[in-house]
């Protein structure tokens, strides 16, 4: 154990910058920077973003114990570093100021550094003025706020990239869990991130750090074997660097050739999938060449294959096909000595500034004015992220839906004519339709892969040919969303059942109203289109259609819908709608002798038989209201219940007027807790001391780890007399170290 210790140490030591104050980055070592890429840069500029920062920042500390302002300027100084325009590294040095400095606005930047760089601030800068009572829904509003910002203006996220690099860098002054829970972020969200915008260094330096911080054991295991295996191959990899440098020289072919050990978080992912140890992993590190041109490229490709034996299916060209990130090279991986496999990566001097530094290596600064090139692919990627999402979707559910869309596990299939498709992993026919065109997904009925006819269902592979097969007869169900992979499919399908839920609310609503009207015996002629639209305002409506459409969801009775329409003359004879509503309650009731306890009192109705709808769980203190059933009595229910939404439901029925009674001391609701939390022992104590002192009984218990989001969940089931009483509990429990969130459910 003590040597496993010393070794983690060991690798800490080697992975950041262990001496943080001899390490301090001075302001002309950014300037340095900034002038060796954009020699006619605005340096006084420059000057006075960092002073800005120094100024309000003053004072403050991390946990370090070093002053707060290190942190920006190791931001500016990574961008700077990266060649990032003038604009771009003096957002590094403000940041944070919005975030964790009052006096600070927004509107103070625009005015003093201009509207891009208030921007770039704005899109880092967490979602702070709202209050959240569940953290992961502030988190995902966050989520959701960084990547529109991100699609706006590219730079957002290579600001953000760099904070959360030297975040990493700096971990292990934190606590362990916030170590843990910061590091799976940063695998789960920032490292795909880079990864689908080409900017594989940030990727492999925060895989590499996000790595040992959740799994240090194995990390510093999985670096120690490759280290000592690599120590025994040496030779063997001098010796083939040589021949291939030679053999290039035989052909007077110009490339720079270089030898490189893979990350070892990539190396960890092959040996999970193939489900082996290190020895089973042969091609554990690879040969880069850098060629001056495209045809240098596939000739060299060519000697290599006439050198070497190429192993079948390895062979990849992404120069005729690029990553969705725009990622272009040559691969392929041969035979080599001993039948040891090797892999070798073949580009151009473009194409690898492109792979290390992807979005960035897009911007340039031209005549005074920022231009992008070919940066349109990350921001419509960067918005259909958010955009494809089901707006319903919140807090948990809204961070996994992204992380699944972040994984980089992708499969290129080809249309009929060629064209290649990038689709996520396990994508069917029908997500390849609706990737294609919406319209053509709507019609899908199955389609031909590889020639063979197929199903909406089948799922796709590498390098398939599909062709769709359609019926104008077809229409998207329901059912549709159980097989949809991806998030675009399902966002569509969604829209058109919604929209085709409207249209039919439209027709029952109108045939409804009709018949209202007929039943009042007033001619239909009187109440024309003209009349309706004019009377559209007294009931809080400007379009006809929305009018409609209330009535046949049942968010409006016909009854209340034709009284603007009615005549005084026939209205005077008429019942109310409120003593239709009356007669029938006390109808229905009439037959109903036994007595309820009163929790819950109908006001002017007694001897009415109420009972708490299971359905929502009511507790006093939530507002309520009651729905007459058939022979049981009247169901409380939270007014905010789900089921009172069912456009089916018998709106006559509702009992509006309705309030909790007297309760006793010994009255209690059960009432269900989610309780998500990081995972660390000492936890469940901790909730159920805590459960203890604030007096209230547990009735069931139930705890689970989360393994793929790394949480603990926590089930409880306890005793509280009132909404108030639920409250302070759950107040109480969100102030334990290490809970994340508290949610009541039914």
Known sequence: MADIKERVLKALKSIVPWSDREKMIRYEDIEKEVLKHHPDADIQYLASAYAFGAQHHHGQLRKSGEPYYSHPVAVAYILAKNGLDLETVASG???????????????????????????????????????????????????????????????????????????????????????????????????????????????????????????????????????????????????????????????????????????LYSIYKKMKNKKTGLDGIYDYYAFRIIAESVSDCYNILGRL?????????????????????????????????????????????????????????????????????????YSKWLKKLVTDRDPDIKGVDYIESIKGDLVPNEILVFTPTGEIKTLKSGATVLDFAYHIHTDLGHITTGGRVDGAQVGMRTKLKNGQTVEILTSKKQKPSEEWLSFAVTSSARSKIRNWLNSEKRHKSIEIGRALFEKEIKKM???????????????????????????????????????RAILPFVPEEILEKTPSSQEVRENRIKKAISNLTRHSKQQVIVKDLNDVLVFLSTCCKPIEGDPICGYIT????????????????????????????????????????????????EDR??????????VASMKTNIKDFEAHTDYDRGLGVIVLVVEVQSVEHLKKLSSALEQIKGVISVERRA
């Open 305 to 377: 294959h006439g050198r070497w034996h190429p192993i079948p299916d390895r062979i990849k060209d992404f120069i005729a096909t690029p990553k969705p990130n725009l990622y272009q090279s040559l691969h392929t991986t041969l035979a080599g000595q001993q039948g040891q496999p090797f892999e070798v990566q073949i580009r151009t001097k473009t194409m690898d500034r492109i792979a290390e530094d992807g979005v960035a290596a897009h911007w340039t600064y031209k005549q005074g004015r920022l231009q992008s090139i070919g940066t349109h692919k």
């Open 681 to 690: 022992q000492g936890m469940i104590a901790d909730i159920t001391n805590k």
């Open 93 to 263: 040095f403000l940041h944070d100021v919005v975030e964790d400095c009052e006096e600070v606005s927004l509107k103070d930047l625009e005015d003093r550094f201009g509207h891009n760089l208030a921007k770039i601030v704005d899109g880092v800068t967490k979602i702070g003025k709202v209050k959240y009572r569940n953290k992961l829904h502030a988190q995902a509003d966050s989520y959701r706020k960084m990547i529109l910002a991100m699609a706006e203006d590219l730079r957002v996220l290579i600001v953000k990239l760099a904070d959360r690099y030297h975040n990493m860098q700096t971990l292990h002054h934190l606590p362990k869990e916030k170590q843990v829970r910061i590091a799976r972020e940063t695998m789960d969200i920032y490292a795909p991130l880079a990864h689908r915008v080409g900017m594989s260094h940030f990727k492999f330096q925060l895989e590499k750090l996000a790595f040992f911080y959740i799994n240090p054991e194995v990390y510093v295991d999985i670096e120690t074997k490759v280290n000592e295996r690599h120590s025994k191959a040496k030779a063997r990899i001098n010796s083939t660097e040589k021949k291939i440098i030679k053999l290039l020289e035989e052909h007077n072919i110009k490339a720079d050739v270089k030898s490189r050990i893979k990350s």
């Open 630 to 677: 058939l022979g049981k009595g009247v169901a409380i229910h939270r007014k905010d219940c789900k089921s009172l939404k069912d456009p089916n439901l018998d709106k006559d029925r509702l009992v509006e007027d309705v309030q909790w009674g007297k309760m006793d001391d010994t009255q209690y609701f059960n009432t269900r807790l989610v309780i998500h939390t």
């Open 521 to 559: 015996k007033i001619p239909l002629k009187t109440v024309s289109n003209k009349v309706i639209q004019e009377k559209l305002g007294e009931l809080n409506f400007k379009k006809m259609d929305d009018f409609y459409s209330a009535i046949g969801l049942g968010n409006m009775t016909p009854r």
